[in-house]
């Protein structure tokens, strides 16, 4: 097991044997193949650009449980740095930020 990311309440790593990438947040576990994590970092990304100064939780949609969770602004936030890290250390995605 390699462990990626591990920040309370969040864990992202990847077992050898297996290609998936397993992220878990809050109570909620997933298990993602690579592509449906990119996709995943996507929908984060666009998810932070609707956040303003009086946003105090986030709700996100679990596709495949077809359930939405609301979580904490602070845990979204954590939530999305640790993607963002594993996207840079494992895809090589550097973040760009417009001027």
Not at 39 to 57: G, M, R, V
Not at 59 to 72: A, G, M, Q, Y
Not at 92 to 98: E, R
């Amino acid at each position: 097991m390699q462990l990626l990311y591990e920040m309370k309440p969040i864990s992202i790593f990847t077992v050898e044997k297996d290609a998936r990438i397993r992220v878990q947040f809050c109570n909620i576990k997933m298990k993602m193949k690579r592509c449906q994590f990119r996709h995943f970092h996507k929908y984060l990304s666009s998810l932070s650009k609707k956040i303003d100064y009086s946003t105090e939780n986030v709700e996100l949609l679990v596709v495949k449980d077809s359930c939405n969770i609301i979580i904490s602004l602070n845990h979204f936030l954590q939530l999305c740095k640790a993607v963002d890290a594993v996207m840079e250390t494992n895809f090589g995605l550097k973040k760009v930020y417009p001027n």
